[in-house]
């Protein structure tokens, strides 16, 4: 099973494109891959899937589109209840924003050389805005957006990819988090600055 978020949100099983439900299905799905291997609180969940309105019934609610979701991926077990919430285990391979990481991870370590070709390669990955579907949430467009101006900005300047802070990240999920608070991460989804040029440098239109 393949599971890709740079781009329409898909799940690709055996070549065919499964057909996910509606939008809240669609986004617990994100908010999981965004964290892949790790639990996401139930109240977390709830919190960006319903906001200030969420309903009284939220954790029923909740575990229903666990529910189905989990029917959507049968018969791989890939959704998990654990405490305090439930987490999606991804194998190697089976999620692209893992893939990317990894390659930006590589880059780092690597020469100026290598890393312009290991982070083409990582942009390559990318079929579209971040999480190209109105289920997402704006959080989650804005950390992966943030994610590939970070990548294309360091291409562009033949850099191996750090932030601005000195931080550089890591192959854990906390790296998604940590390079939240630097100041790319700030770009806004609409003005990121991949926006501005393509591989080859030149300014888009």
């Known amino acids: 099973m393949e599971f890709r978020i740079p781009g329409p949100l898909e799940v690709v099983e ?6 996910l439900g509606g939008s809240r299905q669609r986004a617990l799905l994100a908010l999981l891959l965004t964290r892949a291997n790790e639990v996401v609180s139930a109240g977390r969940l709830i919190d960006e ?3 200030e309105r969420a309903p009284k019934t939220a954790s029923n609610a909740l575990q ?3 529910s189905q979701l989990r029917k959507t991926l ?3 077990e890939a959704i998990v209840t654990q405490e305090p919430g439930y987490l999606i285990r991804v194998g190697p391979g089976e999620l692209d924003l893992l893939r990317f990481e990894r390659l930006v991870e590589e880059a780092q370590q690597s020469s100026a050389e290598l890393a312009a070709r290991l982070l083409r390669d990582a942009l390559g990955l990318w079929r579209g805005p971040a999480l ?5 949430s704006r959080s989650h467009k804005r950390r992966l957006s943030a994610w590939k101006s970070f990548a294309w900005s360091r291409w562009s300047s033949g850099s191996p990819p750090t932030s601005s802070s000195g931080d550089t990240p890591s192959s854990s999920g906390s790296s998604r988090r940590s390079f939240a608070s630097t ?7 609409r ?8 591989p080859a440098g030149r300014r888009r239109r």
């Open 132 to 136: 190209a579907d109105p289920s997402a």
């Open 183 to 189: 100041p790319c991460a700030r770009v806004s989804a």
């Open 14 to 19: 055996g070549g065919r494109a499964l057909t």
């Open 74 to 76: 049968a018969p791989a």
């Open 49 to 51: 899937l319903w906001g």
């Open 191 to 198: 003005s990121s600055c991949w926006r501005s040029t393509d």
């Open 64 to 66: 229903y589109h666990v």
